[in-house]
């Protein structure tokens, strides 16, 4: 393929999925709903089906020279906003589709079902392309809000009050954080001259002492805010009611996509200057304790959503820790390159089973009217009773309960062996391994509201409900299901490819022999039997007794600041 | 010089202090509009001083006023009217649900709500 066209073709996953929601926004304006409904699969088609098409062609020059550069509006080069598509790119998109459709085809039965829902799901997808290839710093901040406002839109369409509520306090802390940003950004342009990564990072090293200290204070400014996107601890609090109260298919898409953008977008922020490596360990115990924290919590709760909810924290937990620690070991060693490599693979797989356990659990609870795990029982009877032929819920649940529990050969054993492989002996690996047990206790709880209903007290489903049309649900269930098995089993075919596009060198063999050792199948077999010790403890007196304390915790809106301010004050002690 | 930065920064903190201080969330989003409006004044001050002509390419003007800084206020504004808009839009939900403004109240009579 020519160069020129590359250079076209690049950019088609930020402007066509704009094309198609404008698209659907006009058809509503002006035609009968029954037309909008076909614009609505058109803005699919044009604006996820087609750019992931067009960008798979990109993938020989990526591998030739590694990045292709663009400048928007063919402004000169210093003056226009540039772009630099790289390998990161296309796998940060190819996880925002493959999570965006299922999610889409689950909202066709399960609501939100306007046009305008559609259309703010290109949007945030042109979003997260943008954000994934801007080269300049304002417009990483402007790609930021967008992705931001849309998913608070997408929040507050959620039924309950608290939906909005949640929508209110995520924006007030996010754009209040984005403000320091752009005081960062502000410092970062007086010394440089400028908002290009390269020229930055370029004049950076030029700098006399004096100023270092204010480009360390610009960094920790832009890094917090990206941080509190992803929801590390003590960022995360926004987190919790965001997930619980929006719609299932929105759950799915804020979970498996949202909190991983922004984090592997920071990478090109750590590249700016060697004086970021200064962060990156102290983010790495964060996400470790991030992630034991988080687990506690979610089998402290008793709301079905509200744990999963939890346990996204708990997860992002893992996936920046080994982030962190890759930046800090550095991407050109071989652990440090192996580390980003599982980051971004626990990330992928986490979005597959995580966007999976929302919409299951989501359409159990639904039908059996009540999101408390004690109370509901039997919930494959009370779906079968809305007109479910085969218990494909059910089924799909448990694939993503054993993958998130680290069970073979579902992706999240994969995942988690190889971002604990390079972690061994450090204190983190000692908190994941202890969260990971904590996983499993979880997942057992949640699992019980299948079980049969026993005694009357349980909660009962009327036998009069309409039935529903399941088709698309399970379709949407069948894609993420087998892509949780896929990604596990052909995972040693997927890795490399990874490796390749992520443009680091690993000489690691990802066969079935480094998975399958004894040393980490016997792991994961004292992780399961941990796992079901601690989730006796939990039903135990003493072990109810500290949980209910827990679950009483609920933030308050003046913590998310105190969590903020928090996260600057560790971060800036951690360097001085 | 200094007399101006100080009054920004003190307008930052009067925002800031809106936000998490204010009980009234119609306030809180007054705040949040304050802080950006800060950060906006603050680029445009500063910016200013980059040059000393108006940034009108022409004969004999070569000191030219770094323009950037403005154009990017431009869309910071933009975003600013969004994010507000949206909030005030929140607000007025909760407003209708709950009857009340206070963000103490909304929180308390939520509660129950699953």
């Known amino acids: 393929m020519e160069l020129s066209t590359a250079r076209t073709l690049f950019l088609s996953p930020i402007y066509l999925p704009l ?48 990045s292709i550069e663009g400048i928007i509006g063919s402004y000169e080069s210093g003056i226009g906003i540039s772009y630099r598509f790289d390998g990161l790119s296309l796998l940060l998109i190819l996880l925002a589709d493959i999570i965006t459709f299922p999610a889409w085809i689950f909202s066709r039965t399960e609501g939100p079902k306007q046009g305008s829902f559609t259309a703010l799901l290109l949007i945030q997808n042109a979003s997260i392309a ?16 967008i992705m931001g406002v849309a998913a608070y839109v997408l929040i507050a ?70 941080l509190l996107r992803v929801a590390v601890m003590p960022l995360s609090l926004w987190l919790v009611d965001a997930h619980s109260k929006a719609p299932h298919a929105v759950s799915a898409l804020l979970s498996g ?64 820790s080994a982030w962190a620690l890759s930046l800090h070991i550095g991407l050109d060693t071989k652990a440090g ?23 299951t659990v989501g359409k159990a609870t639904d039908a059996g009217k009540t999101r408390d795990v004690y109370r509901l029982r039997g919930a494959n009877k009370a779906l079968k009773q809305l007109g479910e032929r085969s218990p494909l819920t059910m089924i799909s649940f448990f694939v993503g309960a054993l993958s998130i529990s680290a069970i073979p050969p579902f992706n999240g054993y994969y995942s988690k062996i190889l971002l604990t492989y390079s972690m061994k002996g450090s204190l983190q690996y000692t908190l ?75 000489s690691t063999n990802f066969g079935s022999a480094f998975f399958f050792s004894s040393s980490n199948l016997i792991k994961s077999a004292i992780t399961v039997g941990a796992g079901i010790l601690v989730f006796i403890i939990a039903i135990l007196k003493p072990g109810q007794w500290v949980l209910h304390h827990i679950a009483r915790f609920e933030g308050s809106f003046v913590d998310l600041f105190l969590g903020f301010a928090l996260a600057i004050g560790a971060l800036a002690y951690f360097i001085i | 010089m200094t007399i101006e930065r100080i009054l920004i920064f003190l307008l930052f903190l009067v925002g800031f202090s809106a936000i998490v201080g204010a009980k009234n969330i119609i306030k809180k989003v007054f705040g949040l509009n304050l802080i950006n409006s800060s950060v906006v004044l603050l680029f445009i001050l500063e910016g200013s001083r980059i040059g000393s002509q108006a940034p009108i390419i022409g004969e004999g003007v070569t000191d030219i006023v770094d323009p950037i800084p403005q154009a990017l206020m431009l869309t910071a504004i933009v975003i600013g009217v969004c994010v507000t808009a949206l909030a005030l839009a929140l607000s007025v939900r909760l407003y209708k649900a709950t009857n009340s403004l206070e963000i103490d109240t909304i929180q308390e009579r939520l509660k129950g709500e699953h």
């Not at chain 1, 909190?259 to 700016?272: G, T």
């Not at chain 1, 390159?337 to 919409?359: D, N, T």
């Open chain 1, 130 to 145: 943008a954000i994934s290839m801007t080269n300049d710093l304002f417009n990483l901040f402007v790609c930021l809000e």
């Open chain 1, 19 to 66: 094309l198609g929601a404008a698209l659907i926004l006009l058809s509503r304006s002006f035609f009968p709903i029954r037309i909008t409904k076909v614009f609505e699969y058109l803005g699919i088609l044009i604006g996820l089906i087609i750019p992931l098409v067009l960008i798979f062609q990109l993938v020989p020059i990526l591998s030739e020279q590694g």
């Open chain 1, 432 to 506: 994941l391994t202890i969260a990971a047990a904590g996983t499993v206790a979880s997942f057992i709880k949640i699992g019980r509201i299948f079980l049969p209903q026993k005694d009357k007290k349980a909660v009962l489903v009327p036998e009069e409900e309409k039935k529903q049309n399941f088709t698309g649900v399970h379709i949407s269930y069948l894609l993420l299901a087998l892509a949780c098995i896929a990604t596990g089993i052909f995972s040693a075919k997927l890795l490399p490819f990874v490796v390749n596009l992520l443009g680091v060198y690993t």
């Open chain 1, 337 to 359: 390159a192996l580390l980003l490599v599982a980051s971004f693979f626990h990330a992928f797989s986490h979005a597959l089973f995580k966007a999976l356990l929302f919409m």
């Open chain 1, 257 to 320: 996509v949202l909190l991983k953008v922004p984090l592997f977008a920071l990478i090109r922020v750590f590249a700016l200057s060697p004086l970021t490596h200064a962060y990156a360990l102290p983010i790495s115990y964060a996400g470790a304790a991030t992630a034991l924290i988080g687990v506690l919590f979610a089998l402290a709760q008793s709301d079905a959503k509200k744990l999963l909810a939890y346990h996204s924290i708990s997860q992002i937990g893992y996936i920046v």
């Open chain 1, 157 to 226: 369409e959620g039924k309950a009050t608290k939906a909005a509520y949640a929508a209110y306090s995520y924006l007030m802390a996010s754009s209040s954080a984005m403000v320091f940003f752009l005081l960062g950004t502000f410092v970062l342009y007086r010394l440089t001259g400028s908002l290009n990564y390269e020229i930055i990072s370029q004049k950076l090293t030029m700098l006399d002492d004096q100023n270092k200290i204010l480009v360390q204070i610009a960094l920790l400014l832009i890094i917090v805010p990206i």
